[in-house]
């Protein structure tokens, strides 16, 4: 089955304790991306990679990083998590970006930050 | 300024009723607009995307675009209450840029 595969689903951790989201899709997708959903914000874009050579910083990158050693994972750090980085976090990917690019989500990591 | 804008809403709406859901954009520059719908816990999956002007028709589900005043629109007709959901408007040109979504409730 096609499909991108976020873990952990559910997160609570503390202010500082460095944690990492995986994020894996099956669909030899070239392009990769990671949201957050707050209320009334709606979805923004984090980072995201082009290509495994290509990543970028998105609208809200502070606080995050991430890697795309090979082309199938994509995932997120948060190095030392404050609690304004509590949010819905969805990992997507898509054939290639731009244009009618679909983009396949992942469920989604509800993570809390105390 | 937001690239989209939408009404967050929420709409509750009766079964059979028609939804009638609406964004702005800011850069005319823009040509494929998308809406993707959200199921509660789960991610968002592409609904229906348009290419420039006019209108697209699937089903129930009518998505328009005029370009001329920047207004995306989503119509569902015979709205059932499987058609809870939110609704997101996004806007195309080298990347995603979403709307705020929309919660839809179709009472039965």
């Known amino acids: 089955e096609a499909q991108v595969t976020q873990n952990p689903r559910y997160l609570i951790t503390v202010t500082g304790k460095k944690l990492t989201v995986t994020c894996s899709q099956n669909m030899n997708h070239e392009y990769m991306s990671w949201y957050r959903q707050d209320p009334g914000l709606g979805l923004r874009q984090i980072y995201y990679s082009m290509n495994v050579e290509v990543t970028d910083k998105g609208d809200v990158p502070e606080g995050y990083k991430v890697s795309r050693k090979e082309k199938r994972n994509f995932p997120l750090i948060l190095e030392s998590p404050s609690p304004n980085q509590t949010s819905l976090y969805f990992c997507?990917?898509?054939?290639?970006?731009?244009?009618?690019?679909?983009?396949?989500f992942g469920e989604g990591s509800r993570l809390t930050v105390l | 300024q937001k690239e989209v804008e939408q009404d967050p809403g929420p709409l509750s709406v009766p079964e059979g009723a028609i939804v009638s859901l609406n964004c702005t954009y800011s850069n005319s520059a823009f040509q494929y607009f998308m809406w993707y719908r959200q199921y509660s816990r789960k991610g968002p999956e592409l609904l229906m995307y348009t290419y420039s002007s006019g209108n697209k028709e699937d089903g129930r589900f009518t998505a328009q675009v005029d370009k001329s005043s920047k207004y995306i629109s989503l119509f569902i007709r015979d709205s059932q209450p499987s058609d809870s959901a939110t609704y997101l408007c996004a806007v195309n040109d080298y990347k995603l840029s979403f709307g705020a979504g929309t919660t839809v409730t179709v009472r039965a």
């Open positions: 997507a990917s898509s054939l290639a970006s731009g244009s009618a690019g679909e983009l396949f």
